[in-house]
């Protein structure tokens, strides 16, 4: 089957419209989830948001509104109960567990479909609806709204938040105003590549960028253009090898990773 | 009461519950104290999740899911141990191997559901999720030897390690050999997620490793009676949780991770009671 054939199915383009919206979001974030050592807190999120779509399941049949009222409710946790930095990593640990017992016990209230669970976990993009699409434009919208906005200061405090702090940027309303704008990003990331798999496109393309160059602007160009291409090409080769998109893209963004690593090594 | 607890320990899953959850809880707890202390939270976390790829990687090569989860938790470890540096270069290494790993694990999961005919579709949710009321008797044995072992080696390096975790500079010039130890511990803290997977599911070992230990130092500073509170914290929700969930019927490590959480929020409600006056 050639790539015309491929792309002519109306799955495959929702699957490449919604990839590409998340992807966009996604490295738009990842050097800012970087410098702020957000990557564990974005874990918990992302666990977290199972929690919410099997409470949004149970009550109303829909996983993603869940997904997207408990990443909100977990950014604030996290932000409320991890006031010091040396504490933040237990904190979120701990809500963790506790959000995860609860998603099993609401799961087991779930007489549904059976596959509810591994789709959320690890994602199911070739199943995306217009809904969920117009749903995830309208998300991927607010966040480069809110981007856009506190890039300026955003980058300040992350990169210095002392100097920030005494140049009179609001610190610490910055960081609950981006814990928000990374649940959302979250929990629209989660349907398409499941909640074990977030990092392969909120952490590993920033990550890849900012070992490319030390620039902000022009690392948030290559993470987001790093994002794009490990999720389109993941998609096409999961749908022609039948085997999940999540293990391509994952794969992918590893192997770039190390690729630029290995390189950045050598060059010296 | 008496009369419905000596019911509920006449049955042998609840016995088998009951051993291996009691060996898990204390080398979780105390395992867990130096986690919390070394700020290693993530990197638990990521072994935790490694588990259920190797588990998966074990059932397509034949083997047990036993032997996948043993040998893919302390490669990882021992990995990230001799790789990691500190501070955002760890949690960036960390973070990116960790998505491939469950990208490998996802992969393994769809390869064993869909070539085995034999295959149990709910092995990849047990090992997610943990299933320590249907553990069989090898399991037991298996995971009490495990649990017993790094409880007896963590007690054994317990000074030079609190030394190192406390004042790393300080520990290398008095002559402790902190990379070694460093490492070493990594691989403890494998075999203990690896242990205690079986039971409570690679998503909820936070619940054993970190919670407890969290909450007795929130409720002292000392060290040595901090890691004693939280290991027999560790023991007592699973206790409780366990005889929860034989009276009601919901899942076990709902009722684990439930009360492990609420003992957490009293002691840092307490905490910043007294901080106040």
């Known amino acids: ?268 | 009461m008496i009369q419905a607890l000596q019911g509920m320990l006449a049955l042998d899953f609840m016995r088998n519950a009951f051993v291996a959850g009691s060996f898990i809880a204390l080398s979780a707890g105390l395992v867990g104290y130096f986690v919390v202390l070394r700020n290693q939270v993530f990197t638990a976390d990521a072994l935790g999740h490694t588990a259920f790829t190797g588990g998966m990687g074990g059932l397509i090569a034949g083997l047990d899911l036993l032997v996948g989860v043993f040998a893919s938790c302390i490669a990882v470890a021992l990995a990230i141990g001799t790789l990691g540096g500190r501070g955002r270069g760890r949690d960036v290494a960390v973070g990116t191997v960790f998505a491939w790993v469950l990208g490998l694990g996802v992969l393994f999961l769809s390869i064993y559901t869909t070539s085995f005919s034999t295959a149990n579709g709910f092995a990849g949710v047990n090992v997610l999720f943990g299933s320590i009321l249907s553990l069989h008797p090898v399991q037991v044995l298996v995971a009490s030897l495990a649990a017993a072992f790094t409880l007896l080696a963590t007690v054994a390096v317990a000074r030079p390690l609190l030394f190192m975790s406390l004042d790393p500079d300080v520990a290398r010039a008095r002559g402790v050999p902190t990379a070694m130890l460093g490492a070493a511990f990594m691989v403890l803290v494998a075999v203990t997620v690896a242990e205690a997977v079986q039971a409570v599911g690679a998503l909820l070992i936070f619940a054993l490793l970190v919670t407890p230990a969290a909450t007795a130092q929130s409720m002292s500073s000392r060290p040595w009676l901090g890691m004693v509170l939280s290991a027999f914290i560790a023991l007592a929700i699973v206790w409780a949780g366990l005889v929860l969930a034989y009276f009601i019927a919901y899942p076990a490590s709902f009722f684990i991770t439930t009360l492990a959480f609420a003992l957490y929020l009293g002691s840092q409600f307490v905490l910043r009671l007294r901080s106040r006056t």
């Open chain 1, 1 to 268: 089957m050639s790539i015309g054939d491929y792309l002519q199915f109306s799955f495959v383009q929702h699957a490449l419209i919604a990839g590409a919206l998340v992807a966009v979001i996604c490295g738009l974030i990842g050097p800012f989830v970087i410098t702020r050592r957000a990557a564990f807190a974005v874990h918990g999120t992302a666990e977290l948001s199972f929690t919410g779509a099997a409470a949004g399941l149970v009550v109303a049949d829909d996983a993603v509104a869940g997904a997207l009222i408990g990443s909100i409710v977990v950014a604030a946790a996290i932000g409320l109960l991890a006031v010091r930095e040396r504490e933040r990593d237990s904190a979120i640990g701990v809500i963790l567990a506790f959000g995860l017992g609860a998603g099993v016990w609401l799961l087991g209230k779930y007489h549904g479909f059976s596959n509810a669970a591994t789709n959320i976990l690890f994602g199911y993009i070739f199943g995306v609806s217009d809904d969920q699409i117009w749903l995830l434009l309208a998300v991927a919208e607010g966040v480069l709204i809110a981007m856009t906005l506190l890039y300026r200061p955003l980058l300040f405090a992350s990169v210095d938040p002392d100097v920030a702090e005494a140049r009179g940027v609001a610190v610490g309303w910055l960081a609950i105003a981006f814990l928000v704008i990374l649940a959302l990003a979250v929990a629209v990331t989660v349907q398409i590549v499941g909640t074990l798999l977030i990092f392969a496109l909120l952490v590993t393309p920033g990550a890849a960028a900012l070992q490319l160059t030390a620039r902000p602007a022009r690392s948030l160009a290559l993470s987001i253009i790093f994002s794009l291409v490990f999720t389109w090409l993941g998609l096409a080769l999961a749908y022609f090898t039948d085997r999940p998109a999540g293990f391509f893209i994952t794969t992918l963004a590893f192997g770039a990773y190390l690729l630029i690593r290995g390189a950045r090594i050598l060059a010296r």
